[in-house]
């Protein structure tokens, strides 16, 4: 018989290897049933349609339940943190916002947060500037509490949510788009407020898909809620108790199914957001049903925050959307031209025909960017997977010295052995779903 | 090698002011912030005297205090770390049960303290946040692991680790983590440069960012 390269076994001095691609799985299952070996160990990813995104999971088995499981990350490292270095404080936000690419806005206003405290210029950021912040980062969470919900579903084989909870999605990125002109990776939060206005009637127009949006949440928790076959994979599966949620970092839904009512938008709130009525969702399981649920809750939550926020903004209407001083703002304000690019008409035409200095000032301000006075800060916000932390380091200069992610996801994902030892092989992909671990997170 | 940032050399090479627009001139302090003294304001004189009463050694342990933009930060000396962050969580009226992150930072510059590493830690009990930063020379990069004290540092220490050299003396599983396990180096450090490779395009060439002119 021929040999199939991609199904080959060698030995190695841990015993037989086998390479398993696709459907050859019958004859491994024979040959190491005719072995007298009672341990496996197996390979589950990278490239896994259940390891929710490119997560290698090293699970030792003996048949069916797993007795040691190990994460292998950094697939999709692609030194963000590094790249920030070598780029301007404005710049860096660009980059941020393509690390936990189901959450961009979270990144961007944890780094802004970020380099305004270095700055020292927390409160002159526009009351308008922050409602808006508040809008985009609430459409985030349920945009990405969607994807965690739908493709949970659809790794645990339920198909259905996940066609609903995309289709809601997509009218949260519709948004983005009519405020960012950009779906993901908007870099619109900037340094000093954000990159431009709201356009016309947009809150309006947010309001309305706000009441779709209440009507089509009802699909989900239609086909979810108190579903037998649900119930059966999610309840008492993927356990982890406040113990180890607060020895392990977690935070987040995760931590918030054991009881504990943390929620940085609470204890430590930031964007304003002690002036929003909104309730902090708890489970008391400490199980995947558990966070499931909270994930449910939190888009009600979500969309109160949202509508309040929209009334803020009907009053704050005409305000600036960025800070004063035109060292942290970008020189001129670009509006969409004919030719359906930023422009600033006036702009150009004073610094090209009127003023040398205005020209120089916009030279060296686009080129080099501002200073940030030397120290370091650390500043937080609660994204949809937990707390999400950046410490930035400045040295003075024009650009960082040191941007450091805590993102949730890495330090969430470290409870996987603690959730799913001892196991059977099926509930991991149920626990690991309810981590919501974004590899772009966790790898930066 | 331009990518060294410790030269600090001005826009387009230029030394001295060169600069004549008097944009760069405006603001230019390289200055870190300084060691602060009582009274630290916040909640930050009750950290420091509580952990002075639960820990005698306090005044050896703990190198300076630096409160800067409502954050306090506790230079410890390595040799303390372990010590200090035990009773950090376990003092009931300090309570730090959660540690955030660990977050490296290389110095050249600094003569034997070329490599910091920094705690971001998180009173849930009683909202408060700290940060205790360690210094060691790069000739002896060694630091005790706190994944005893909490087990969430495990990855972070790997990071750190992976990213800057930093050995954890006691961790499980020093292992690289973000980085293959046979890459060369700690790409985070600042001699490391940034790479890349040269783009051509109808002959002229693109270096990497890393060797690009310097803005600082």
Redesign the interface.
């Known amino acids: 018989m021929m040999q199939d390269p991609y199904a080959s076994t060698r030995e190695t001095t841990e015993g037989t290897v086998y390479s398993v691609t696709g459907g050859d799985w019958d004859s491994v299952v024979t040959e190491i049933g005719a072995t007298k070996e009672e341990r496996v160990v197996v390979n589950m990813g990278p490239q896994h349609p259940s390891t929710h995104g490119v997560l290698r999971l090293i699970l030792e088995l003996e048949g069916e339940t797993v007795t040691e499981t190990r994460c292998g990350?950094?697939y999709l490292?692609t030194?963000i943190?590094?790249?920030c270095?070598?780029?301007?404080w404005t710049q860096g936000v660009t980059f941020v916002t393509r690390m936990d690419y189901l959450a961009p806005l979270f990144n961007e206003a944890a780094y802004c947060l970020g380099v305004e405290?270095?700055l020292?210029i927390t409160n002159d950021v526009t009351e308008r500037a922050s409602v808006i912040r508040v809008l985009m980062m609430e459409l985030n969470r349920i945009s990405s509490h969607m994807v965690a919900l739908g493709t949970g579903a659809l790794e645990l084989g339920a198909l259905s949510p996940m066609i609903f909870a995309f289709r809601e999605r997509e009218l949260v990125l519709d948004i983005f788009e009519m405020v960012s002109g950009l779906r993901m990776n908007m870099a619109y939060i900037r340094p000093g407020g954000v990159a431009q206005d709201l356009p016309e009637h947009a809150t309006s127009k947010i309001r309305e898909t706000i009441k779709e949006l209440r009507i089509n949440f009802k699909d989900n928790a239609k086909l979810l809620i108190g579903n037998t076959i649900w119930l059966k994979r999610t309840k008492d599966i993927g356990i982890l108790d406040l113990a180890g949620c607060?020895?392990?970092?977690?935070t987040g839904p995760v931590l918030r199914a054991t009881g504990?009512p943390?929620d940085l938008r609470k204890?430590?709130p930031y964007c304003g957001y002690e002036n929003y009525d909104f309730d902090v969702i708890t489970a008391e399981t400490s199980d995947v049903y558990g966070r499931f649920l909270i994930r449910m809750n939190e888009l009600e939550q979500s969309l109160r925050i949202i509508e309040q926020a929209c009334d803020k903004l009907d009053v704050l209407e005409g305000q600036p959307v960025m800070v004063s001083d035109k060292?942290i703002a970008w020189p001129s304000q670009l509006t969409l031209g004919g030719d359906g690019i930023g422009n600033s008409l006036d702009h150009i035409r004073e610094i090209m025909g009127t003023s040398m200095?205005s020209l120089?000032?916009h030279?060296?301000?686009v080129?080099?960017?501002f200073?940030v006075?030397?120290?370091?800060?650390?500043s937080?916000v609660e994204s949809p997977r937990g707390?999400l932390?950046v410490?930035l380091?400045s040295?003075?200069?024009?650009?960082p010295?040191?941007v450091?992610f805590?993102d949730p996801s890495?330090?969430n994902?470290?409870s996987t052995a603690a959730m799913c030892e001892g196991s059977q092989i099926a509930d991991i992909v149920g626990a690991v779903a309810s981590i919501d671990p974004v590899m772009g997170g966790v790898?930066? | 090698m331009s990518h060294d940032k410790t030269l600090n050399k001005g826009a387009f090479g230029v030394s001295g002011t060169g600069d004549t627009s008097g944009y760069g001139g405006l603001v230019k302090s390289n200055a870190k912030p300084g060691s602060s003294e009582r009274p630290f304001g916040s909640y930050f004189d009750e950290v420091a005297d509580e952990l002075e009463r639960a820990f005698p050694e306090f005044n050896d342990a703990i190198e300076k205090v630096i409160v800067d933009r409502d954050e306090l930060t506790l230079h410890v000396k390595a040799a303390h770390l372990f010590e200090t962050a035990t009773k950090l969580r376990d003092t009931q009226t300090l309570r730090f049960e959660q540690c955030m992150g660990v977050s490296g930072a290389h110095y050249p510059e600094e003569k034997n303290r070329e490599l910091h590493a920094i705690y971001h830690l998180l009173s849930m009990t009683h909202n408060r946040r700290i940060r205790i930063e360690v210094s060691i020379p790069d000739a002896n990069p060694h630091l005790p692991s706190l994944v005893e004290v909490w087990a969430g540092c495990n990855w972070n220490e790997r990071e750190t680790f992976d990213m800057f050299g930093i050995i954890f003396d006691g961790h499980p599983a020093l292992t690289r983590i973000l980085m293959p396990d046979d890459w060369p180096g700690h790409p985070q450090r600042k001699d490391y440069p940034l790479g890349g490779i040269d783009v051509e395009y109808k002959g002229a060439v693109v270096p990497p960012p890393s060797d690009r002119r310097e803005y600082q």
Do not use: C, S
């Open positions: 990350i950094g490292h030194g943190e590094k790249n270095e070598y780029r301007n405290k270095l020292g607060t020895t392990l970092g977690i504990m943390w204890t430590q060292k200095e120089i000032h030279f060296k301000l080129t080099e960017g200073r006075p030397a120290g370091q800060v650390y937080a707390e932390g410490h380091i040295d003075g200069g024009t650009r010295y040191r450091h805590r890495f330090n994902l470290q790898d930066r």
